[in-house]
């Protein structure tokens, strides 16, 4: 009798796997991959992408994701990139930071020669311009010393500038370089 029980738990074990099987087959949106970064104007409709919904740290901190587009990893690596080795924070140590230059991420968000604000999971808000942009091609950094920049640390994303190999930059400080960006958007005068 219990050895009767045992073996029907166990046929619907094996049904319950065998469904979870026919009824898998890719997971939705892992093959698209997760979004990283958000980018855009900011006007338009709502974005198409159904990954930014207007919910979590985009409602949190207002951005209006009116004709975003959102990049995954694979979208920032399929971009060229640079290799910046530099200083983080200000004087302390040496890393090689690598990534996407942040004029190329721009132009594929539509926001091509802008000014830009950078926004970051704490709240934190850099405004860029374009002329600096443009004078010194600062990279967003995915990685640092060949590993990813981890959400909770660096990452996923954080604007990086050459200040080792350009003198104009010797001094900078270290307000232009937010970690933590997700999210990025035009200059708005308030
Ligand atoms: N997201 C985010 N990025 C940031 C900051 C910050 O507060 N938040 N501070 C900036 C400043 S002023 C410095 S000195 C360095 C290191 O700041 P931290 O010690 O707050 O990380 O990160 C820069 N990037
Ligand atoms: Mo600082």
Redesign the pocket.
Known sequence: MLADFRRFILALAALALASCGAEGGDAPGLSSGQVILAAGDGEGPPSPDPRLADEGLYALHEIDLGGARGFTRADLTALSWRRIETD???GGETRVFEGPRLSDVLAAAGLGGQGVRLI???G?Q?EVTADLIERHEPVLAVRADGEPLSVGGLGPVMLVWPRRAENELADM???L?????FAIGPLTDE
């Open positions: 983080f924070p200000q970051s999971v704490d934190f850099a400080n270290d307000d370089w937010p970690w933590g960006v």
